[in-house]
């Protein structure tokens, strides 16, 4: 079963103490993102990664890093994690930006104290 | 400018009722995709519909239909017989051909069912 999983999925942390929030997906698809979706505001796109060593800004990349190594994981870290960071993430795969398939995981509840 | 636009905050609905959910977007790209997802409470993005731009014919699946005027720029969903299991966030987003982003999502509709 195609699948997109994200790590971990609730998260309480302090404000400064450096996090990663894994996405892992077990198909072979070239696209990855990562939103954060805000009350009033919809889903945003963070960062996305067309493939491998490839990862470009979104329209909220502030506060973020990401990084492509190899196809099937994302990892988004939050360096030095604010407030202003709690947020509900998604991790997002399809086979290219292109494709109507897409695949979200199930979301991580992040909230920063 | 805003690419997607919900208007409508929150919707109710009597169950066994039909409700359409309101989306205008904004593109120049000829080429592009508008999508419609349900979020419930337990927070987990579910596909609804798709419909290109392409499309001659409205895109239905289910009780769901997407009600595509590509002159005014409008992909309204409709939820036919309403039932309360269709109480969730909705979202319309779209995709443009031209773009690497692949979504960009409105700021969604809370439908509530009511018995």
């Excluded at chain 2, 409508?8 to 359409?20: I, L, N, Y």
């Excluded at chain 2, 036919?80 to 909705?90: E, F, N, T, V």
Aim: hydrophobic fraction near 30%; charge should be neutral.
């Amino acid at each position: 079963e195609a699948q997109v999983t994200q790590n971990p999925r609730y998260l309480i942390t302090v404000t400064g103490k450096k996090l990663t929030v894994t996405c892992s997906q077990n198909m072979k698809n070239e696209y990855m993102s990562w939103y954060r979706q805000d009350p009033g505001l919809g889903l945003r796109q963070i960062y996305y990664s067309m493939n491998v060593e490839v990862t470009d800004k979104g329209d909220v990349p502030e506060g973020y890093k990401v990084s492509r190594k190899e196809k099937r994981n994302f990892p988004l870290i939050l360096e030095s994690p604010s407030p202003n960071q709690t947020s509900l993430y998604f991790c997002a795969s399809s086979l290219t930006s292109t494709r109507n398939t897409i695949y979200f995981g199930e979301g991580s509840w992040l909230t920063v104290v | 400018a805003q690419k997607i636009t919900q208007t409508q905050p929150g919707m109710f609905v009597q169950e066994k009722e039909a409700v359409t959910l309101d989306c205008t977007y904004d593109t120049s790209d000829p080429s592009y995709g508008l999508f419609w997802y349900k979020q419930p409470s337990s927070g987990e993005m579910i596909f609804l519909i798709y419909q290109g731009s392409y499309d001659q014919q409205n895109a239905t699946e289910g009780r769901y239909s997407l009600n595509f005027q590509k002159a005014r720029k409008s992909a309204n969903l409709v939820i036919s017989a309403s039932q309360l299991g269709d109480s969730a966030m909705y979202f319309c987003a779209m995709r443009e051909q031209g773009s690497a982003r692949q979504l960009t999502f409105g700021s969604g509709t809370q439908l509530t069912v009511l018995p």
